[in-house]
């Protein structure tokens, strides 16, 4: 049988191919816990720090350790020391070192609301020391659910407060709420009249609408006798320009009267003068015939000077002539000017009257007081 098994050759070299495939295998496995090893950081040089925490509790062996959220070591160990304190030593990967620095705080954190906790290191300062193998780290607590809890409950019982004084109903809570559902009744009233008065509102406008448009009429109506009181002005003016060179001529002619006035009146006073030389004369005959030459000399003077005296008032008579012409050609005009000027009242009158007698002018005019006589006791009784 032993020959037969030698000479088969199916089992030439099996001990040389089992051989190879069991080191296969272990070479094989040992690549995988060389990579997994890789992947967990097993292989990676690592150092240790620690700090104290008041309490162990949300603490485990083998937490995570995060900085800036990536996973950089694990939590190695938990101990008590001697104060009763727990002091938990941290395995962290040597290539994160230089992030770990003097100021660098450690804190137990939860991932989200119902995340796993994990203790996290937060960066130091550039300026501070890079911490070694077996240096403490500043443990800083932040506050869980339990902590959250407490300073809640307070609230809670506020809350809890506020409620059943809402809830009182003789509390001022019910009592304002009872007041608005009554001012809220009263208002429904309130609505109807302001729908009322904005219907009044509404006629208002209508009657304030319709007097602009009584207004507008006016107005175009006064344009016209606006415009024809612009031209009697103007026509006043003109005629007044006309009238002032008039009666600066008759100013002068009115001086020219006096001048010639005054020269008749020393006339006249020389020829008084001459007939009571001529009555002296005449009862003083022989004392006269002296003075006779002398008495015709002053009459041939006065005799000479009436010529000038008639051409000069035959001149003032002309002037006021030609002034009392000037009159009678304006006075049409002036006489149309000033009937123009009465139809320009009148019409304002009217648009006066108008304008009074219109909404709501008319409301904002006192009505006129009739006066009351008081009856005399004579009259009443029939004397």
């Known amino acids: 049988m032993a020959n037969i098994e030698e000479k088969d050759p199916r089992f030439k070299y099996l001990e040389q191919k089992v051989g190879f495939f069991i080191v296969l295998v ?23 720090i620690y700090f104290i925490a008041p309490s162990g509790t949300g603490f ?25 304190r727990v002091k938990i030593i941290l395995d962290i990967n040597k290539k994160y070192e230089t992030w770990i620095r003097k100021g ?43 902590e959250l809890a407490k300073e809640v409950k307070p609230l809670v019982r506020d809350v809890k407060e506020i409620i059943e004084y809402i809830n009182d109903p003789d509390g001022n809570v019910k009592r304002t709420l009872s007041n608005i559902e009554e001012i809220s009744f009263g208002l429904i009233g309130t609505r109807d009249r302001i729908d009322s008065l904005l ?25 016209p006798l606006l415009e024809g009181a612009g031209k009697a002005v103007k026509n006043i003016e003109m005629a007044t ?5 008039i009666v600066d001529r008759a100013k002068n002619i009115a001086t020219d009267i006096e001048n010639v006035t ?63 012409g000037i009159i009678a050609e304006e006075g049409p005009r002036i006489r149309e000017m000033l009937n123009a000027t009465d139809n320009m009242l ?38």
Do not use: C
């Open 262 to 324: 005054g020269k008749l009146q020393d006339r006249l006073e020389k020829i008084d003068s001459i007939l009571t030389d001529v009555k002296d004369a005449s009862v003083k005959l022989p004392e006269v015939m002296g003075k006779a030459d002398k008495v015709l000399e002053n009459v041939k003077e006065a005799a000479e000077g009436l010529p000038d005296v008639l051409e000069k008032t035959k001149e003032v008579m002309n002037d006021v002539k030609k002034a009392t």
């Open 199 to 223: 219907n009044d509102v509404k006629d208002l406008v209508k009657d304030i609408s319709r007097a602009a448009d009584k207004a507008v009429a006016l107005e175009d109506r006064a344009i």
């Open 60 to 84: 485990t062996e083998g937490m995570p350790v995060k900085l800036s959220g990536f996973k950089i070591g694990k939590v190695k160990s938990l101990a008590l020391d001697e104060n009763a």
């Open 104 to 146: 660098s705080v450690a804190r137990l954190v939860k991932e989200g609301v119902i995340g796993e906790a994990v203790v996290e290191i937060t960066v130091g300062p550039p300026s501070g020391a890079i911490l070694a193998g077996a240096d403490e780290i500043p443990f800083e607590k932040v506050a869980g659910f339990e």
């Open 241 to 245: 320009e006309k009238i002032e060179p």
């Open 26 to 48: 272990i070479v094989g496995l040992l690549a995988v816990v060389f990579f997994i090893g890789k992947e967990r950081e097993l292989f990676a040089v690592r150092y240790s």
């Open 346 to 383: 009148q019409d304002t009158r009217e648009i006066v009257k108008g304008v009074k007698e219109s909404w709501p002018v008319n409301r904002l005019i006192p009505e006129k007081e009739d006066i009351k006589l008081v009856p005399l006791e004579g009259l009443e009784r029939g004397y």
